[in-house]
């Protein structure tokens, strides 16, 4: 059964880099998942050891599986990548659950 550790609020800019990171005791792989508003489907970024192909290659894991560290990165940035991300440790039969809410601003702009 999975448990709720923490769901984090996260802003950034159009073009920056976000990194959304997970942490897993557990000794396997997570899941990483995106719901992009509240009456969408969930749609798998990550699984397996590999990001799904609609995310590529702006969309990237840093994998560090003996630490535990599996970040998902996302560069740049785009408005359509605000909603929640998921990761789930054990494809989520583990014992963590984190969940990012991404909100991305417009860019930033200039005047001269």
Known sequence: MTSLVGAVNVTSVVDDAVTLPCHTTLDKDVDWLHKDTP?????????????????KPRFTVDRRPDQGDYDLVISPVQLADS?????????????????YQLTVLPGRYFTY
Not at 39 to 55: K, L, R, W
Request: with cysteine.
């Open 83 to 99: 909603g929640l991300y998921i990761c789930i440790d054990d494809m989520g039969l583990g014992k963590q659950l984190v969940v």
């Open 39 to 55: 009456t969408s489907g969930v749609y798998y970024v990550y699984s397996n050891a590999v990001v799904y192909d609609i995310f």
